[in-house]
């Protein structure tokens, strides 16, 4: 597959439409491009695809957890480097570092501030013209 590398795309793999929707509503405003998948293996096979320049990931997907669909990720040289942002609304302690261990950039939990994220995905990933 030969997607084209946008560094203006976001990559959300969310089964939750409502949130979904607050990340679509968020964005409008911006330059980014977001792109959505509903599962882990959805998210794993859009990565390859489109080759982002951010994901956003739930930890609790279906199909494959947002920890595998991550380390998944990871193998593809194209993607190692790609900042990936896990989100989770049963933050245990210590799921951070399983997260990061797991491939993510950063950590997230639910419920978060929309203003937060988006500050986040600015650092992580500036908007481009």
Known sequence: MSGITSDNTILYVEDNELNRKIVRDLLKRTTYTLIEAFDGEAGVAKAVEAKPGLILMDIQLPKISGMEAMRQIRLVPELAATPIVAITSFALSGDDQK???????????????????????????PEKD
């Open 99 to 125: 997260a990061k261990a797991a491939g993510a950039t950063a950590y997230l939990a639910k419920p978060y501030s929309p203003l937060d994220l988006l500050a986040l995905i600015r650092k992580l990933l």
